[in-house]
């Protein structure tokens, strides 16, 4: 079983549909927690360790091979949670960090949320280093776009998403930094590729939860 911690009742069906998809008969367990992005977007990701950790310990306690955290800001605080979990602790937006670098050097970073910036470009940089490759990291911070996804607008949040991608220039690679963004991804016209991260993020964790359970 996979389970995944989420932020935002959102992803729960996406991520089914992916699972649907991609690894059909992958057990999930979903884990909502939107007060640990609310938290993190006052104090800083530290500030949720610890409730990270005990999510991560429900999630192994209740049989779970591996866990995917689905949220950016508080992606790192989780993987940071395995050392003690016992099982791979991952968070989705890596696989699309590593595949941005491989497409070049000028990397864009777009998110809806202050908070999910710095985390993210701290991982881009860090898939640069372990593929030795430099890199050149630059963000946008999408206006208006989270109080669209807030009022459950998801049509204009991911408009404001779209327009923000195609207005970038001077870039080899478009990275969405956040999972909800992923929507906007097929409505750009950008001519530069767009990454988003559910499926590429679920098909690593799929693929760990397989390994650590031994059914590879």
């Given at each position: ?27 999930l ?11 993190a ?8 360790a ?13 049989g ?26 991952l968070?989705?937006?890596r ?37 030795g ?8 911070l ?14 204009g ?9 195609d ?21 750009t ?17 799929a ?10």
């Amino acid at each position: 079983m996979l389970a995944l911690l989420h932020t935002s009742p959102v992803h729960v069906p996406v991520f089914d549909a992916l699972r649907d998809e991609l690894r059909p008969g992958l057990a999930l367990r979903h884990f909502v927690d939107a007060e640990l992005l609310e938290r993190a977007r006052v104090d800083g990701p530290a500030a949720v360790a610890d409730d990270v950790r005990a999510r991560v310990s429900e999630a192994v306690g209740g049989g779970a091979g591996a866990v995917l955290c689905t949220c950016s800001t508080i992606g790192g605080v989780a993987e940071a949670a395995a050392a003690r979990s016992g099982v791979p602790v991952l968070r989705v937006d890596r696989p699309m960090a590593a595949e941005a670098v491989a497409a070049g050097s000028r990397v864009v970073v777009l998110a809806a949320l202050e908070s999910t910036l710095a985390p993210t470009v701290a991982l881009v940089e860090e898939e640069a280093d372990r593929a030795g490759r430099p890199v050149d990291v630059r963000t946008v911070l999408v206006e208006g776009a989270w109080a669209r996804f807030e009022a459950d607008d998801t049509a204009g949040y991911v408009r404001r998403v779209a327009d923000a991608a195609d207005a970038v220039t001077g870039a080899d690679v478009i990275v969405l930094a956040q999972a909800s963004m992923a929507p906007a991804g097929p409505l750009t016209t950008a001519r530069v590729p767009v990454l988003s991260s559910p499926r590429p993020g679920l098909l690593a964790a799929a693929r760990r939860c397989a390994e650590a359970l031994g059914e590879v």
